[in-house]
């Protein structure tokens, strides 16, 4: 801060000598006309844009999309203090970076002849190199004027043919195609102790067969990678890598990655960004990763994006906040060749304050081998769109075919991790998001952490191993889910809660599980609003294992080393929302518990060989306000209508569920089957519909038997 404001101060002496002495020239455009700089949109850039800009970088200011546009004057994304700098440039200057109306032209004039021979090279400059562009084994340098610079001269970078070393803080394009070559980025921390280096990337193509072709060594506050809007850059490694380091732990590492940072790393940017890493990883930081924004594609042999903490989207940055900003983040990460690979996305810090993901906004799109997301400590999406598909899918099977249609496939072949009574399961971690937690020396007695957090965004899964499963504790508190696994869809070691209590929402938290082993397991459960719709080929839900041991003595979740969820009795508590299941025929239920099943409020619909399933020893289902439909049918042929409606006749929900003699025990509702429901609000492609209005339908009147079981006649959608 102490160097901000130091700049920040000259300018606005600067900016007061201007206005005292009214001598700064004016830039002019039309009022339609975009113009860099203009962040009054007046159609000119002066003195009171520079004004305005300076307050808005200490936060004084607001912009809108179209000053924020105008004010990041590099086209990185980003409305900062390096803009600041190009501001007050073309103020004073009298020049801006967009072009003015055109002028119209004028009759040439017949040449000159020239009064000295021409030279092929810009004059040779002592000044700071601004400029890098690789040309084959070499490189060419120049300062900000455009001038060349020879290596020999240079201040602030060495040159060793193609392999360039930047030694001081400051912005430098990097463009231009070599097959051996290296970007490397080395401040003195006594110097510069906060030293910012930013590697603007403006059409480069860099290479290197062993060794990372951009490498930051150190840095004293952070590197940037800044992707030019409109310009594609392509960063790859080789197979081997000869390039390693002692960490300060004393071992020795390999910079095996196309990009390698052992300081913070932060990248921006409006263009595109591919990154191939074809010995083991794509990015690398062993400390914190920002990607604020661009089109970012990274492939991967080993992980494909790695540091101590990752976050995706400024949640900071005023416009992002307003919903604006991500428009230009797009993240797609591949590391599944099909046989080998690693994990999409992983922080893998034990240290306090690091080891977490959080996902802000943007597009992010994970085809992983193993596991999708990876976080040694916590998760948490806030917005955005996440696509992950993990090994196989769920079309996995531990004989090695897959199974279509929602029946139960379970049943097998392979052991793998966990003891949950799914014997399909896979010999690697390849869960969708992973949050693991901090465990003893020994790896396994759980100590903290290993908590998942989504409190909206849309996530999709398509995975062999769990979609979502912590060591720690899971808040499903806002969002919509797309979930198809052949393992288990939501699985925490501790407590699992669904929804905001007391919200009266049906929509605030959306989950479709179109396909799993159990749906929703953790060792207490509670609902508290939304809408879960799960197809299981096992239980729906799922406390602390349930009477036949699922998650009893689970004491490999992760493929090794890691303690699994307690064996202690669980406790079911649905408060609020919706929930319907469909399990499979079989010994598989619907809604299962160690401990006590309270129904405090919400609408269940339970589908299973038994429905509604409490622990032995004196457990109970209790009812305090909740309403049930219980059914023995299966989780094949879901085309008849369920419907809950309120004590004024109101439709609350209907759903698709399998056809049978259904039972109820409603205390805050009354339960149906049957007719057509028109209006309302459609979820999950209309498996479920919200409100609505009821054409015929048949009321539930038999009541539910003392084991769960049904009764009573149902109709067809």
Known sequence: MKKMNSITKKLMTAAAAAVMCAAIPVISASAAQTLAGDVNNDGKVDIMDLISFTKYIHGYNKYDQQAFDNADMNGDGEADVFDLGLMKKAVVS?????????????????PTEPTTEPTSEPAASTGVVTSITFDGTSVKLADAEGNAVDAKNASNVT??????TITKAGTYSVSGKCDEGQIKVNTDNTAEPTAVVELSLEGLTLSNSTVAPIYVENVGDEAVISVKN???????DGKTHTDTYQNSDGETKTCAAAIYARDDLKIKGKGTLIVNGNAEDGIVSTNDLKIWNGTITVNAADDGIRADSVKIGDADDAVSAGGKGYDNLKVTVKTNNGTTGGDGIKASSTKEGKGFVTINGGTIEINSYADGIQAEQTFTMNDGDLTITTYQGSGYTASGTTTGGNTNPWGGGMGGMGMDGNANKTDISAKGIKAVGLYDAAGTTWQSAGDITVNGGTIKIDSSDDSLHCGGSMSILGGTFTIATADDGFHSDHELTIGTKDSGKYDDVQIYVSKCYEGIEGVTINQNSGTVYIVSGDDGYNAAGGNDGSGNGNTNPW?????????????L???GGLVVVNSANGDHDAIDSNGDINLNGGFVYANGQEP???????????????SVITMTAGNTNLKTVYSFKDASGNVIASW??????????????TAWTGGTISGGTELFGGSVILGGTMNGGTQITAAQSSSGGPGGPGRNW
Do not use: H, R
């Open 94 to 110: 009298g020049s801006s970076t967009q072009p003015t109306e055109p002028t119209q032209p004028t009759e040439p004039t017949q």
């Open 159 to 164: 040159v060793d043919g193609a392999y360039v």
């Open 230 to 236: 409109k310009t594609e850059n392509t960063i790859s």
């Open 559 to 571: 493929g090794g080393g890691f303690g699994g969820m307690s064996s202690s009795t669980g406790t």
């Open 573 to 575: 508590n649905i408060n």
């Open 612 to 626: 509604l399933d409490c622990g032995d020893g004196g457990y109970s289902i209790k009812y305090n306000g909740g």
């Open 656 to 669: 698709l569920g399998a056809s049978g003699t259904p039972g109820q025990n409603c205390t805050n509702a």
